[in-house]
């Protein structure tokens, strides 16, 4: 029997690991301060317990995610049949004095290990640190249009 949407244990399913190890850009929905959702692409690692992305301190989405930590994000590709993970979760913030290392090791895997070392320079050099934001999934689902579909759509 399939594993329902909502199970935590879609996250291992291969489909779900194709995408959560792609060079795809999450993207982020999460409700601003003037109570209207936002969503926004960002770079995302996941450490097999919670989505890790880092931002600057002075980001904008900082003070609705510390007002409302509930969040909802997306991983999708662009080829048919598609194939898309959804998550929802809770977000947790934490200062870190230097480059987040999830962050760090994200950019390696979005731009290559050597350009992903050069921006991550770039970054150190800066200086004041970044914002670590962990999701820790509370719902998950995922979707192939081939083996699972919305709930809309029969199998």
Known sequence: ????????????????????????????????????????????????REFVMGTAPTALKLKALAKNSK???????????????LVRGTARLQKVDAVVPEYATAAER??????????????????????????TPDWVGLLDFETRFPGTLST
């Open 110 to 135: 979005y731009l290559g290990v050597e350009q992903g070392k050069a921006w991550i320079e770039k970054m150190r050099g800066m200086g004041g640190g970044m914002m670590r934001i962990g999701i």
């Open 1 to 48: 029997m399939p594993v329902k949407q909502g199970d935590l244990s879609l996250l291992d399913h291969p489909t779900a690991q194709e995408l959560l190890a792609s060079r795809i850009p999450a993207r982020l929905a999460y409700i601003g301060l003037d109570g209207t959702p936002r969503v926004v692409p960002i770079w995302f690692q996941w450490d097999g």
């Open 71 to 85: 969040v909802a994000l997306t991983i999708d590709d662009n080829n048919f049949p598609h194939k898309v993970l």
